[in-house]
């Protein structure tokens, strides 16, 4: 096999160079990923041929080199998505781009390049691109379902045995066929093959660790100048204190797992606002009494001091630190408008959320299966996913109405209070998650400006997105006319959402909470920096 031998598509606003046309058989050149879509589509509907085979399929190789890195990001995600769908046949994707960054280059890899091309582009290595080809194993796709192995043994079973044993080996395989389903969902969104770091934190001095947990009891804690094997210090630290809790003992987890399950290019949704979330519900917890503040601090009572146990502590932690896992760094209503295969399986419900309670218990399982035991494992998984729910922000006026009520009712009232204890347990759990997720905007100022920042750069590259899809922009649905730019003004989007959800919100569970009326303040003083910078 030669470079002569297969089929290049770039997709690129500029010419290809004249090496790219000498090396390889054909050579294309669309200016989008939606060109790319439409060529590829057109190509699979026209030679839809049974004899071909997957190596004749799989001789296209298809270039990405975009004018910015973000936009071979975009592209990237674009096409990959409707090769793991099927509907744009194999094709083997690269990417080429002057970003020499060690982690820009695992980023594409991580979103399914099968290689990184540093321009500009010399000869020899456009002669081995091809190379990639052999080297490349297509996305997964629904994993087919087993057959049955017992045929052989059947005939010399009576009747009556047969008919049981097929109906068993029936639901065995419908049990592995929905094993499969689950699988393949993972390694569509999760790409759990993806390289992973180790990390040693015995590496760590004793004054770095030390800096560290201080960091961690400080309101103004932010995580962005520090490394991943900070962060994954981090949480084992928090997890630690934990662990140190009554009945808590059997309970361990490894940090790192946690942090493979985000993906690195989100600019919001990424293991930096994972900590960012668990780190305020350590502060917040620890302001309550139920763990020991570090470096020493007063401590609050609150309506929940005979309520949260040890195991409550555990699950909210993991909660935070998991609540976002698999992120693709699009919101809901792209996920439904773009009718993905989530989408179709949750039926446009909680989508993302379910999908990261999900991979979540799957951890859970991984570590503490024995340690949770029956009873307590359903209980357990019961409040983890229904605490992951409860930050979809779809479901956050009905959660507005039930703890207005809850807050008007004596916790201890039994013969007035409008909840079981379970279902009271859920919406404590959920008005603490639900706060600890948006506590960012309560920040010291310089801080929130980071945070605010990133989630607009995040929600621009989905309206780049959504424009190359054809779908409707999520920029459009704030309720704010767009800069010159066609950007979302920071601003004003920053000071509708502090004083329209989070300072009512802070108020409403700081009724049950009292440290949180010190979160709607600094909010507050927020929202008034923010409207002068209108």
């Given amino acids: 096999m030669k470079p002569s031998n297969y089929e290049l598509l770039v997709v690129s606003p500029f010419q290809p160079i004249a090496l790219l046309r000498d090396t390889f058989k054909h050579v294309t050149c669309v200016k989008s990923a939606k060109e790319a879509l439409v060529r590829l589509q057109t190509q699979q509907q026209q030679h839809q041929d049974p004899t071909t085979t997957t190596t004749d399929r799989s001789r296209r190789l298809l270039l990405i080199d975009m004018e910015n890195e973000q936009g071979n990001i975009i592209s990237l995600k674009l096409l990959i998505y409707h090769l793991r769908q099927g509907t744009v046949g194999n094709f083997v994707p690269l990417v080429c781009c002057a970003n020499d960054s060690s982690d820009y280059m695992l980023a594409c890899i991580h979103h399914g390049a099968a290689d990184y091309l540093l321009k500009p582009l010399s000869l020899n290595v456009i002669q081995t691109m091809f190379l990639a080809a052999h080297r490349y194993s297509p996305p997964q796709r629904l994993l087919p379902s087993p057959t049955s192995s017992t045929a052989s043994l059947k005939s010399d079973l009576p009747q009556a045995i047969q008919s049981e044993c097929h109906h068993y080996h029936q639901l065995k395989q419908i049990f592995n066929q929905h094993d499969g389903i689950y699988q393949a969902v993972i390694n569509m969104y999760a790409n759990p093959n993806r390289p992973k770091k180790e990390f040693d934190l015995a590496s ?83 302001r309550m009494g139920f763990l020991h ?16 146990t040890s195991i409550d502590i555990l699950a909210l932690f993991l909660i935070c630190i ?61 409040r983890v996913v229904n605490g992951v729910i409860a930050t979809d922000m779809a479901l956050h006026q009905d959660y507005m109405t039930k703890l207005k009520a809850f807050g008007r009712t004596s916790i201890d009232d039994k013969d007035g209070k409008p909840y079981d204890e379970e279902e009271e347990r859920l919406l404590i759990y959920a008005a603490l998650i639900k706060c600890a997720d948006i506590s ?95």
Avoid at 293 to 308: E, M, Q
Avoid at 460 to 483: H, I, K, R, T, V
Wanted: glycine share 6%; proline share 6%; aromatic share 12%.
């Fill in 322 to 382: 998991g609540h976002d896992l698999g992120h693709p760094g699009v919101t809901n209503a792209f996920m439904i408008n773009a009718s993905t295969s989530l989408s179709l399986l949750f039926n446009d419900i909680s989508v993302l959320e379910s999908y990261h309670a999900m991979l979540l218990y799957r951890l859970i399982k991984t570590y503490w299966s024995d340690a949770l035991g029956a009873p307590l494992g359903a209980l357990f998984r019961k």
């Fill in 293 to 308: 503040p570090h470096p020493p601090a007063p401590t609050t009572t609150s309506r929940l001091h005979n309520r949260i």
């Fill in 440 to 534: 960012n905007i309560a920040r010291p100022f310089e801080v929130a400006k980071v945070w605010a920042n990133r989630l607009v750069e995040e929600l621009q590259c989905q309206g780049q997105l959504e424009a190359e899809l054809g779908l409707p922009s999520c920029l459009n649905g704030f309720g704010l006319p767009l800069d010159s730019k066609g950007q979302i003004p920071l601003a004003a989007f920053q000071h509708q959402f502090i004083t329209k959800v989070g300072i009512g919100f802070f108020d409403v569970v700081g009724d049950i909470v009292p440290d949180l009326k010190n979160w709607a303040h600094m909010a507050r003083q927020n929202a008034s920096l923010w409207q002068q910078q209108q």
């Fill in 204 to 286: 760590l001095s004793t004054d770095r660790k030390t800096a560290l947990e201080r960091r961690l009891g400080e309101w103004g804690f932010n995580p962005f100048d520090l490394s991943d094997l900070d962060l994954v210090y981090c949480v084992s630290w928090i997890f630690d204190q934990a662990f140190h809790l009554p009945d808590l003992a059997p309970f361990r987890l490894s940090s790192g797992d946690l942090c493979h399950g985000y993906h690195a290019t989100n600019p919001y949704h990424n293991f930096y606002h994972a900590v960012d979330v668990l780190q305020s519900m350590y502060y917040l917890v620890s």
